[in-house]
């Protein structure tokens, strides 16, 4: 399955983001799907996963609350909403896809998009 990711831009600490990440190439319906992000320098982090059917979700600690995962399988994308955002959420954000269960590391991930830059500044 190919990942296309979107959506990524500048926002002041306090705004709003959403992430898209399209898929295609395979049956959307039938992966898990997760947010990762990365700052230069530093090792790949997870961020939120949500199951195949969208009633399952995970978060790391650092969002809950502030960002929401979702998906649209008719429509073969998953999102992530972010709120109340703050500078050191400033990162690389990547959508990735694996075909098991609600998984947090990175080397669990199956296919990878490309990155979108997310930028708060304060």
């Known amino acids: 399955v190919q990942l296309q990711a979107s959506g990524g831009g500048l926002v002041q600490a306090g705004g709003y983001l959403r992430l898209s990440c399209a898929a295609s190439?395979?049956?959307?319906?039938?992966?898990?799907m997760g947010w990762f992000r990365q700052v230069s320098g530093k090792e790949r982090e997870f961020v939120a996963a949500i199951g195949r059917r969208g009633s399952t979700t995970g978060y790391a600690d650092s969002v809950k609350g502030r960002f929401t995962i979702s998906r649209d399988n008719a429509k073969n994308t998953v999102f992530l909403q972010m709120n109340s955002l703050k500078p050191e959420d400033t990162a690389a954000y990547y959508c990735a896809a694996r075909r098991s269960g609600i998984g947090t590391v990175t080397s669990e991930y199956d296919f990878w998009g490309q990155g979108t830059q997310v930028t708060v500044s304060s």
């Open positions: 190439g395979g049956t959307f319906s039938t992966y898990v």
